[in-house]
T-cell receptor, first 114, second 116 residues
Framework: GNSVTQMEGPVTLSEEAFLTINCTYT??????LFWYVQYPGEGLQLLLK?????DKGSNKGFEATYRKETTSFHLEKGSVQVSDSAVYFC?????????????FGPGTSLSVIP | NAGVTQTPKFRILKIGQSMTLQCTQD?????MYWYRQDPGMGLKLIYY???????DKGEVPNGYNVSRSTTEDFPLRLELAAPSQTSVYFC???????????????FGPGTRLTVL
């Protein structure tokens, strides 16, 4: 079946450190891939997305590249800030006509310390 | 726009009690969803609706009911609360996939429910 696997957290980094959060997926066909961010006490917000192989999604200094050969969509940021402390969810939609089929990973908690 | 709003923010229930979690969106979205978020488990879809009067089960519907009498509102009902329903509940909405350029769902802030 379809699934999303993320690296286990929590992840703790110092400000300005490099961030990588690994995400791999299992899906039939050609899913769209997403990263959502959840700040403390809030709901999820879309951070970035990629809809086909080799696409790079980017937003707020975060990037992720859709790698079909390795079925991965790793999230990266070159220099994290304290304000990036949040939980990050990798997700996929197997088909653009089925929003009920969104599959979320378990989330990775990130804490950035000054 | 307020986006997606949920009430209450927190609630403690006793086993067997009932309650309704409220969800309202002001973006005129046809699609609405209820998820539960358990620690380390990601989000699981409970129910969803593609428009007023139309609802369907998601991955974990047992113990819950929904209704969709208007485009704006999508309440979630727990009839006989059980400890296994302790979770954080998120409501979300979106435009139909074929209409949306953004392919995203908009989430409410969540309701933290504890059943004792």
């Amino acid at each position: 079946g379809n699934s999303v696997t993320q690296m286990e957290g929590p992840v703790t980094l110092s400000e300005e450190a490099f961030l990588t959060i690994n995400c791999t997926y299992t899906a039939t066909g050609y899913p769209s891939l997403f990263w959502y961010v959840q700040y403390p006490g809030e709901g999820l917000q879309l951070l970035l997305k990629a809809t086909k192989a080799d696409d790079k999604g980017s937003n707020k200094g975060f990037e992720a590249t859709y790698r079909k050969e390795t079925t991965s969509f790793h999230l990266e940021k070159g220099s994290v800030q304290v304000s990036d402390s949040a939980v990050y969810f990798c997700a996929l939609i197997r088909t653009k006509t089925s929003y009920d089929k969104v599959i979320f990973g378990p989330g990775t908690s990130l804490s950035v310390i000054p | 726009n307020a986006g997606v709003t949920q009430t209450p923010k927190f609630r403690i229930l006793k086993i067997g009690q009932s309650m309704t979690l409220q969800c309202t969106q002001d973006m005129n979205h046809n699609y609405m969803y209820w998820y539960r978020q358990d620690p380390g488990m990601g989000l699981k879809l409970i129910y969803y609706s593609v428009g007023a009067g139309i609802t369907d089960k998601g991955e974990v519907p047992n113990g819950y009911n929904v209704s969709r009498s208007t485009t704006e509102d999508f309440p979630l009902r727990l009839e006989l609360a059980a400890p296994s329903q302790t979770s954080v509940y998120f409501c979300a909405s979106s435009r139909p996939p074929e209409e949306s350029r953004e392919d995203t769902q908009y989430f409410g802030p969540g309701t933290r429910l504890t059943v004792l």
